[in-house]
């Protein structure tokens, strides 16, 4: 009989049953990968396997599934990952940073627990430099959406395709009503993404619901994982990326970009992202957020049981 335990933590929240869930599984060297595919579509939400390191000079690992297959990445999935580490005592957060160097599909990540004075963990994690593709006709998008292109414009720039380890189509909004529209075509959105060989297609608009807040988002990634998710950390980087570089609002060499999403979803969450920039170039882009612990639990089963569902 095998116990695998296992945490379920709500990222982009400051208390449970709010923000993103995901599952982490913190001792996870035993599993093949079919299982870790199994344990992710038992739990139906994306799941981070923690690892022993593979590449000199990490300090952990991480792999990430959704339920349909494993990613380089997750935003996500790294916050609650280092909440659920930090609350077991793998790691400890401190005042000044404790810094943890974290192995992904996507190279060597920098990640930062900050112990905050109300006594909770922020996460900051270091995300690959931002790549800029190529331009996206706004008629392109505006047919998988069912919208006027007109509306997919701000300060005359249309869509483009952005990276900070997992590659989107960024889709500028101009409207609010627009943005908080009913977007259920995903076939089309799928095509789309498809088609210009993207993960998934990230909206952005400058009219939100709270005023402190700089771009309410949208994400949307039907091919990979769920349809629409309640928050993507490499879609919000990869957004900031883009409102930076076409400088939708005052820029400074460290720029902070607040957003809001899961509004449409009822999970509303917020999230930072730090932009760094040298000498007019973007230098690196850090995702910070905190997260809650909301159910502890293991799996228990042999590996008999496991073999006859493959």
Known sequence: MAIIPFHIVDAFADRPFTGNPAAIIPNASSLTEAEMLLITDELSMEAGFVLPPAT???DVRLRFFTNRLEANLSGHVIIAAFVSMADRGFFKPSPAGTIIRLETGAGILPVSLKLND???TEISVELPTPRFGEPV???EVAAA?????VHLMLDDQGPL????????IIVPVSRREIIRGI?????????LTNRRGAGGLTLICPETNNSQID???RFFHPQMGFDEDIASGTSLAAAAAFVVDRQLIPITPQTIITTEQGHSLGRPTTARILVNKVNDTIANISLIATGAVVMRGS???TRKALSASY
């Open 56 to 58: 000199p000079g990490a």
């Open 118 to 120: 109300d006594g909770d």
């Open 137 to 139: 006709p706004a008629e």
């Open 145 to 149: 959406l069912n919208v006027d292109p």
């Open 161 to 168: 395709r952005v990276s900070c380890g997992f590659d989107q």
């Open 183 to 191: 977007f259920n075509d995903f076939a089309a959105i799928a095509e």
């Open 215 to 217: 771009f309410h988002c």
């Open 299 to 301: 799996f228990h089963f």
